[in-house]
């Protein structure tokens, strides 16, 4: 009787554990889809509309999320020179829009 409450009560742990990380996860814009390792890839800055930084626990890793205007996602390194210097481009272009709007 003892061991059945046990494997229950593990049970309904390793259930809740579960949901708790796929609800984590899909916080992320609502895409449940993190990023599990980075790429060095080029990127021109003309082919960027967007991103988002993903960041862990709720991820594996830390990324910076690149949106191509292909709808296309690049994770690339938050720590990279490159990386931070396409967040830079970005944030002034998104900047410049709001004081043309």
Known sequence: MKSSV???????????LTVFFISAASAYHGKGSCCFKTY???IKLNQLKTYYVQQKPA???DAVVFIT???????????????????AYLDNMNKAKQRNS
Do not use: E, H, Y
């Open 6 to 16: 046990i494997v229950s009560l593990c049970r309904l742990l390793l259930l809740l």
């Open 40 to 42: 060095t890839t080029k």
């Open 59 to 61: 991820c594996f890793v």
């Open 69 to 87: 205007v292909a709808g296309k996602k690049i994770c690339a390194d938050p720590k990279n020179n490159m990386t931070r210097k396409k967040i």
